[in-house]
């Protein structure tokens, strides 16, 4: 008679449990991979847009400024302008942190507009000394 085969069941059970850590490791790692990249695209693109709005606003106080308004009406312009601004960074940021996904937050150093933009300059750093490096 044959005995009871434990060691084989034990070696199997073994083989999958290390197979489904192997494959949790791996997803989460490829996961964190695709949030990161996706945070600093979501930076670049931030970061151009607020660029470009500055320019519209300079481009669009000359064009008033030209058009004969008076220097207060455009300073009162200038205020909304600048409230608008400042509640859109806000907004975008708190968007984009409170819909983060939750497992990978902690490894995201920003919480505010000010922190983006020098996780967004730290990029741009880094990106140039890989450049440089080339």
Known sequence: MES??????LWFFAGAVSYRLG??????RQMQVFVYGMTL????????????????KTLKYKALH?????????EKIKEVDQ??????KKSTI???VSLYPRKYLPELN???WDGAMRTLNDIYKEERKVRDRQ
């Open 110 to 112: 920003f919480y505010d």
């Open 83 to 88: 409230v608008t601004f400042v509640n859109w």
């Open 23 to 28: 494959v949790t490791l791996i997803r989460y």
């Open 94 to 96: 708190f968007k984009m």
């Open 41 to 56: 695209q979501v930076l670049k693109l931030l970061g151009s847009v607020s660029e470009d709005v500055s320019f519209a």
């Open 4 to 9: 009871f085969p434990f060691l084989e069941i």
């Open 66 to 74: 030209e058009s004969g308004i008076s220097q207060s009406e455009i």
